[in-house]
């Protein structure tokens, strides 16, 4: 087991550009494999989830080159994929996983996704039921449930599927499999979630209409996107979060963190610390592709406990475990709600935050669906032993702690960052 020890530093200040974004770099692969030529993909995420993401890809026979954050896919269309000769590896991807499975369910091919220790225990049915209703051949263990999946590619239905839960993988996984559709696919329920693959399929000439209750896909008459989709892949904001909250929390402390996807459904990090009193400064906003972009800066601030519940929560879904730092250095009780999706992710993140925070001297009290915090108001965290569990999230969100931490912080398993942010460690050195 390896380990990082931190201290507090005096100052933070820089400008910082964090990684592209990994929901986006995801999906500029996934859809461009299935597009009709050639498309040039900047700022491309290298972290290992969105490797694992490439190299299933290529197992599917679609030629992609990578150099660094440059990256060439060379679309051969829903039937020009090649059935694989193994299994598909997706790592620790749970997005690799559910986009890939709904994109083969429509694929005149047999493939088995599996991944790691980690992604093989987390909950797949939500994926799964849903395909199932539209036709698809999946099973897996428990029922279909857990990992490995089996999909066997079918000619699938039409229709409508009311979302039970605001998720932007389940959304996408559909969408994907409608592709391959014999009608038009109507999604309603909880479809406000993360629309980067809405954006996608739209500018790659799908048609697809998105309006306040219900998303319609018509399949195109071959299933091969109109048009690759080149693009710059804007900075990530979940990765960007730390950096803000680093910023808020800090007695002295002003960053910049430039280039950052300034998506609506994917701001509610920003919301919420402006609900508790940071000092965030948006400027240079943009249009890149289909995406807004701009720059935030943040200054040390006095932060406020705030209600995090509801709508907010599909917005802000990986940006918890830093938020719940943020709000152990507010002045106040914090209460997180309606979160019950971070018992599904890469760790049980509702238990797995609470006990890294009480280790900190935090009085924090898991529930079903989040946590409720005591803020004391300040930098008032104690340096402790805590444990990434092999959670890139965690494994940043334990060193933003550690910068308002009286003593030492040692970290544990900390090279888990590289599954989203390779480069965390040598930036967070930089801003001291």
């Known amino acids: 087991m390896t380990s990082i020890s931190l201290s507090a530093p005096r100052r933070l200040r820089g400008v910082v550009r964090v990684p592209g974004d990994k929901s986006i770099s995801h999906r500029a692969v996934i859809l461009n494999a299935v597009a009709g030529g050639p498309a040039r993909i900047t700022n491309f995420l290298p972290g290992a989830d969105c490797l694992s993401t490439i190299a299933c890809v290529r197992a599917l026979g679609v030629a992609v080159e990578r150099e660094g954050a440059e990256v ?12 694989p000769a193994d299994v598909l590896d997706c790592g620790n991807s749970g997005t690799t996983l559910r986009l890939l499975a709904g994109l083969l369910a429509g694929a005149p091919l047999f493939a088995v996704l599996t991944g790691d220790a980690s992604l093989r225990s987390r909950p797949q049915r939500r994926i799964v039921a849903p395909l199932r209703a539209l036709g698809a051949w999946l099973d897996g263990r428990d029922h279909g449930d857990r990992a490995p999946l089996a999909v066997r590619g079918a000619r699938l239905q039409g229709g409508q599927y009311a979302l039970p839960v605001a998720s932007a993988q389940v959304k996408s ?7 391959a559709g014999e009608g038009p696919l109507t999604l309603t329920g909880q479809i406000a979630s993360r629309d980067h693959t809405e954006r996608m399929l739209r500018a790659m000439g799908v048609d697809l209409q998105v309006s306040a209750g219900q998303i319609i896909l018509r399949p195109p008459t071959d299933p091969l996107l109109p048009y690759p989709l080149s693009l710059r892949v804007p900075g990530d904001p979940s990765s960007a979060a730390f950096w803000w909250v680093a910023a808020a929390i800090h007695p002295d402390a002003e960053l910049t963190t430039v280039g950052v996807c300034l998506n609506p459904t994917r701001t509610g990090a920003l919301d919420v610390l402006r609900a508790m009193g940071a000092a965030v400064e948006v400027t240079d906003e943009r249009l890149e592709g289909s995406e807004p972009v ?20 599909p917005r802000l879904i990986d940006e918890i475990p830093v938020l719940a730092v943020a709000a152990a250095c507010a002045a106040g009780d914090t209460l997180i709600r309606d979160a019950q999706e971070l018992r599904a992710k890469e760790t049980d993140r509702i238990a797995t935050v609470a006990a890294g925070l009480a280790a900190m001297g935090v009085a924090v009290e898991p529930t079903a669906d989040g946590m409720g915090i005591v803020g004391r108001g300040g930098p008032t965290l104690v340096g402790a032993e805590v444990h990434s569990h092999g959670d890139h999230r965690l494994a940043m969100a334990w060193a933003i702690a550690a910068l308002v931490a009286s003593g030492t912080t040692r970290i544990h398993d900390p090279e888990a960052v590289a599954v989203s942010y390779p480069g965390f460690w040598e930036t967070l050195a930089e801003v001291q």
């Open 72 to 83: 060439q896919v060379h679309g051969a269309g829903l039937r020009g994929l090649r059935e």
């Open 173 to 179: 996984a559909l969408l994907l499999a409608a592709l």
């Open 294 to 313: 701009g720059n935030v800066t943040v200054r040390s601030s006095a932060l406020r406990g705030v209600t995090i519940g509801g709508d907010l929560i």
